[in-house]
């Protein structure tokens, strides 16, 4: 089993940063990817950002150059800086995994959640 366990969601002004961290930890082999998703209030979760093992990346077009994913396989965690936060970025943000565990099977995981709120 493998949890994820997301940190840095919080309170900030129209313009502002914040940096999301996930760390993943359990019985792991290897991370294929990791991301992060998003949910406001009567909308569906969406994509934000994915990262793969070979770092590649991928992002929603509304995040695009505000965004950055990034890795530390080291230490199994994934990072989301944030910057010109706009209000339409407020929701829940949720860290997945795609974990390939010791004896070669894939699972995916999804943490608990981290708010975010932007303030006009």
């Known amino acids: 089993q493998v949890q994820l366990v997301e940190s840095g969601g919080g309170l900030v002004q129209a313009g502002g940063s914040l940096r999301l961290s996930c760390a993943a930890s359990?019985?792991?082999?290897?991370?294929?990817?990791m991301g992060w998703y998003r949910q406001a209030p009567g909308k569906q979760r969406e994509l934000v950002a994915h990262i793969t093992k070979w770092d590649s990346t991928n992002y929603a077009d509304s995040v695009k150059g505000r965004f950055t994913i990034s890795r530390d396989g080291a230490k199994n965690t994934v990072y989301l800086q944030m910057n010109s936060l706009k209000p339409e970025d407020t929701a829940v943000y949720y860290c997945n995994a795609d974990v390939l565990a010791r004896v070669g099977e894939l699972y995916t995981y999804w943490g608990q959640g981290t708010q975010v709120t932007v303030s006009s």
């Open positions: 359990g019985s792991i082999f290897s991370i294929n990817a």
